[in-house]
């Protein structure tokens, strides 16, 4: 029982330096997400997959890049990491944006430096 | 733009006693309302869905209940363990929008 699958679980960046935080799903699931968690923000919208193929910017887009390589796979990459970038991060996924039940992945702690 | 609010931030409560947590959304126009658990280091696991047509959603000690008009849902633990602990979190799904707004959590230790 796999379900959301997130690598790496932890990551300490120079800034300037890049990085790519990938993440799977088995459970067959259209849509895909990447949030954010800062103490005193709560969780926000980066990027999201309505499905294969389509992707669309959140809340906080700027810095940040994705890709949906197939159904599975949703990867977020920084191309230039810089210290406000430093966080959690969760990648998700739900069978559609509709609005079924949302699975998170055990997220990815970054530090920039 | 949506709003979702959650007070307290932080509360504690003797083992066996009922657990009820609030949530408050200034727009009332949404498909569903979910309520989440995240421990210590983890992810976020979803507890309950409440669809905008229904009042209330049960899973075993878990409650949740959805009033649309008022912008309010709370999240009812009958009798509550030391397991318990954690944060929850509720979101809102607006109409017409992809992103879900979360509030920023009740973090819940019971006491033994």
């Known amino acids: 029982n796999a379900g959301v699958t997130q690598t790496p679980k932890f990551q300490v960046l120079k800034t300037g330096q890049s990085m790519t935080l990938q993440c799977a799903q088995d459970m067959n699931h259209n849509s895909m997400y990447w949030y954010r968690q800062d103490p005193g923000m709560g969780l926000r919208l980066i990027y999201y997959s309505a499905s294969e193929g389509t992707t669309d910017k959140g809340e906080v887009p700027n810095g940040y890049n994705v890709s949906r390589l197939n159904k599975r796979e949703f990867s977020l990459r920084l191309e230039s990491a810089a210290p406000s970038q430093t966080s959690v991060y969760f990648c998700?996924?739900?069978?559609?944006?509709?609005?079924?039940?949302?699975?998170f992945g055990s997220g990815t702690q970054l530090s920039v430096l | 733009k949506q709003e979702v609010t959650q007070i307290p931030a932080a509360l504690s409560v003797p083992e066996g006693e009922n657990l009820v947590l609030n949530c408050s959304f200034t727009?009332?126009?949404?498909?569903?309302l979910q309520w989440f658990r995240q421990d210590p280091g983890k992810g976020l696991t979803s507890l309950l869905l409440?669809?905008?047509?229904?009042r209330e959603q049960t899973s075993g000690r878990l409650n949740a209940s959805l009033d649309k008009s008022s912008g309010r849902s709370t999240l009812y633990i009958a009798a509550s363990q030391p397991g318990d602990s954690a944060t929850y979190l509720c979101?809102?799904?607006?109409?017409?929008?992809?992103?879900?707004?979360f509030g920023k959590g009740n973090q819940v230790v019971v006491i033994p």
């Open positions: 979101a809102v799904r607006p109409y017409g929008n992809n992103r879900l707004a």
């Open positions: 409440i669809q905008s047509s229904q």
């Open positions: 727009d009332s126009a949404i498909y569903n």
């Open positions: 998700a996924s739900s069978e559609s944006l509709a609005g079924e039940k949302l699975f």
